[in-house]
């Protein structure tokens, strides 16, 4: 799937996604789920192809012929990590569930909205000014918070620019996917004169102890994403003061159902979540509407629409109306992909039976 327009971080340029999908299908429906790795293993461990092995040969044989989403997780717990690859098998079962039950996604997790507001992840740029146009574009479209990715030699004067073009108003954060040390403390402080809601995720993905020190250098909140792969990894960062706010990323945890708990354990702490994105299709997309309308999102997520990435979606494209995304309300993930799109994107395909 190419993307309209390169995405850089502080971990290297997509210009295009490898996109892994999984059909489940039972004797009462069938169900769909993306798996959100990337194509090479920069954002976590993970990578498209070998998470397509090792749904394959270890995720798959291990499932019960009769197992519900509930027992996904149960059934998988023997093989260690691989959550993304993980996620897309329980989500794809969960589906499928909720298409024969005739529920939504948005109902089942327990969403308290019909609609949430989006933020939109802003790349870095060659140039200042490139980024002030691409902000303005967002803004136009109607986008209600904006995260700028920084890395050394591109934060402070970046974040000082826009905040200078776009006034107060805006709802503005950063995103450093680890790309600094404790030893850059004293220079991410300087971003506390520009109001951020959070910077996230600042230092290594593996230090909660550095966060927590460094959570108390500065007074912009400390936001956790790499950080937090489980419900476990949250409560220890809300123990140890890493972060104020949580990140939820469905397929970095291992799917929606531990998405939800982490949700309700940040809620009963008082620490804020919002729903991240993966340059997801409109199929993930779905999933992830339907979480940020639980009722512990109370910021904007990385839930654009789906022209932000792709100029042909596969499913039908999600449309921002007034800053904001409709939950699906249909059985399931409430959208399919589109037959003829999906055909002309698909590169391979492989059915197993249980």
């Excluded at 249909?330 to 399919?336: F, T």
Aim: aromatic share 6%.
């Amino acid at each position: 799937m190419p993307l309209v327009a390169p995405f850089r971080t502080s971990f290297g340029t997509e210009t295009s996604r490898d996109v892994l999908l999984v059909r489940v299908v039972t004797p009462d429906a069938e169900g769909w789920a993306e798996c959100v790795a990337m194509s090479e293993p920069l954002y976590s461990s993970e990578y498209v192809d070998g998470a397509a092995e090792v749904i394959r040969r270890f995720l798959l044989p291990a499932l019960p012929s009769n197992v519900d989403a509930q027992g996904v997780a149960r059934a998988l717990e023997p093989v260690k990590g691989h959550r993304m690859a993980k996620a897309a098998v329980e989500t794809a079962v969960l589906d499928a569930q909720l298409r024969a039950a005739g529920e939504s996604f948005g109902r089942f997790l327990g969403a308290s909205r019909g609609r949430v507001p989006c933020g939109v992840s802003v790349g870095i740029m060659d140039s200042v000014p490139q980024l002030l146009d691409a902000v303005a574009g967002y803004l136009d479209e109607g986008y209600v918070r904006i995260k700028l990715k920084i890395e050394p030699g591109w934060d402070v004067e970046p974040v000082r620019a826009v905040r200078e073009r776009f006034g107060d108003d805006v709802l503005l954060q950063v995103d450093a996917n680890a790309a600094y040390s404790l030893a850059d403390a004293r220079r991410l402080a300087r971003l506390d004169a520009f109001d951020l809601l959070l910077i996230e995720q600042p230092l290594a993905n593996d230090d909660l102890v550095q966060h927590a020190k460094l959570a108390e250098q500065l007074t912009t909140p400390v936001c956790l994403d790499e950080s937090i792969e489980s419900a476990e990894h949250a409560a220890a960062a809300i123990a140890l003061g890493s972060c104020s706010i949580v990140n939820v990323k469905p397929g970095r945890v291992g799917g929606y159902l531990e998405a939800r708990r982490i949700h309700d354990l940040c809620r009963a702490n008082g620490v804020a979540v919002w729903c991240g994105g993966m340059l997801e299709t409109g199929l993930g997309r779905a999933a992830n509407v339907a979480l940020a309308a639980l009722p512990g999102f109370t910021l904007p997520g990385d839930t654009s629409g789906s022209r932000r990435y792709y100029a042909t979606d596969v499913t039908e494209p999600f449309e921002l109306v007034d800053g904001h995304l409709d939950v699906p309300s249909g059985p399931g993930l409430g959208v399919e992909p589109i037959p003829d799109v999906l055909d002309e994107v698909t590169t391979a395909t492989e059915w197993i039976t249980l």
